[in-house]
């Protein structure tokens, strides 16, 4: 078959394949790798941490705290929720795009990563908003989101809860308490957040050695777990070089991320319109002239514009007052 199976073509739950490398051992290595090598070789980046946490168990909740960014909470989230729509999507991509619509939002975008309150707000954001988004095709369509909501529909088949319009009037009774307790469970994160953030916050006073060779043998357990092959762990150890390669040459990760993901993903797309369509010209006037397609083709040019022009201005606006200043 030209398509084969779903571990053969492509993303498949949590350590599927990316029609290559496997997508966990991959992204483990991009990025648990990287900063772990990062951490060994900074022998100076040993930092007290007592001042900042002695600073946490001072600190009281305020209420208003949860209300700073609501622009980025409500954007990022309903990035996430679209996100959470599409079937291969998931939680790392919606972070991703919300780390960077938080960015393009924010008034100061030179704080983010370096644990700016607005930086962290917008990814989680988005990737609280796919969990409901990715419900949408499995409780209508019975297409899942992602490998917890095929999991989530095999249970519910289980039960004699077949997705579609029944679901949501013969099942009624069960589907929307059911959809009312996510709403439940996201109050309760919120309480587990804010009553274990300062415990949380005590695994910094573990030595920087011991977190290291922690951080390495978990890391080496999950990518091995997830076909019970050593080929995945030198994957993941050959990704983390090139990943530490690319921090070194400041390089974004994100971007390699995204492209790693979704690129196999617009690849499947491709060749499916190139089938339907009968040629390749044919497949690409289709993308070009219907009005959806115009529609993101246009929002993926502006995505683009804008940083650039603000880049631009920047630069130029830095230009001016250097001159000015001379």
Same mark, same amino acid.
Not at 243 to 250: D, F, I, S, T, V
């Given at each position: 078959?030209l +398509? &084969? ?6 993303y ?22 990287s900063? /772990? ?7 100076d980046?040993?930092?007290n941490?007592?001042?900042?946490? $002695?600073?946490?168990?001072?600190y009281?909740?305020? @209420? ?10 409500? +954007?990022?989230g ?9 079937p291969? =999507?998931?939680? !790392? ?5 919300g ?5 393009? @939002?924010s008034?100061h975008? %030179?704080?983010? &990563?370096?644990?700016?309150? %607005?930086?962290? !707000?917008?990814?989680?954001s988005a ?7 990715a @419900?949408?095709p ?19 088949m289980l ?31 919120v309480i ?5 953030a300062?415990?949380?916050a005590k695994?910094n006073?573990i ?5 290291? $060779?922690?951080?390495?043998?978990l890391t080496v357990?999950? =990518? ?12 993941? /150890?050959g990704?983390?070089?090139l ?8 390089i974004? /990760? !994100?971007?390699?991320v995204?492209?790693?993901i979704? &690129?196999?993903?617009? %690849? ?5 319109? #190139?089938?339907? %369509? ?6 690409v006037m289709s #993308? ?10 246009? #929002? !993926?040019?502006v $995505?683009?514009a ?5 880049? +631009? ?14």
């Open positions: 078959m +398509w &084969g199976d779903a571990r053969s073509v492509g498949n739950g949590d350590c599927g394949t990316n029609t290559g490398f496997p997508t966990v051992p991959t992204l483990i290595g991009l990025y648990s790798i900063q /772990l090598l990062g951490m060994i070789g900074n022998k980046a040993t930092v941490m007592d001042n900042a946490l $002695s600073s946490i168990n001072k009281k909740f305020r @209420l208003r705290d949860i209300c700073c960014y609501p622009l980025t909470y409500l +954007w990022c309903i990035v996430g929720v679209i996100i959470g729509i599409i291969g =999507a998931g939680g !790392s991509i919606a972070a991703f795009m780390y960077d619509q938080a960015k393009h @939002l008034k975008p %030179e704080k983010f &990563g370096t644990g700016y309150r %607005e930086g962290i !707000s917008g990814p989680e990737n609280n908003g796919v969990i409901g988004g @419900l949408i499995m409780m209508t369509l019975g297409i899942p989101g992602n490998a917890v909501t095929a999991i989530l529909m095999g249970a519910l039960h004699g809860l077949t997705p579609g319009n029944d679901l949501f009037t013969v099942k009624a009774n069960v589907t929307y308490p059911f959809i009312f307790g996510l709403l439940v469970a996201a109050f309760v994160m587990v957040g804010v009553l274990g300062k415990q949380f695994v006073r030595p920087q050695n011991f977190l290291a $060779s922690g951080i390495l043998v357990l999950g =990518a091995f777990s997830c076909n019970n092959s050593y080929a995945d762990v030198f994957i993941m /150890l990704c983390g070089v990943g530490y390669a690319l921090k070194y040459m400041k974004d /990760l !994100s971007s390699v995204l492209g790693y979704l &690129g196999p993903i617009a %690849e499947r797309g491709m060749v499916r319109t #190139i089938i339907m %369509e009968g040629s390749l010209g044919a497949a #993308i070009v002239t219907r009005p959806i397609c115009i529609a993101l083709i246009v #929002i !993926s040019i $995505s683009l804008v940083p650039i022009y603000n880049n +631009w201005k920047g630069a130029k606006q830095t230009d001016s007052e250097y001159l000015l200043s001379k």
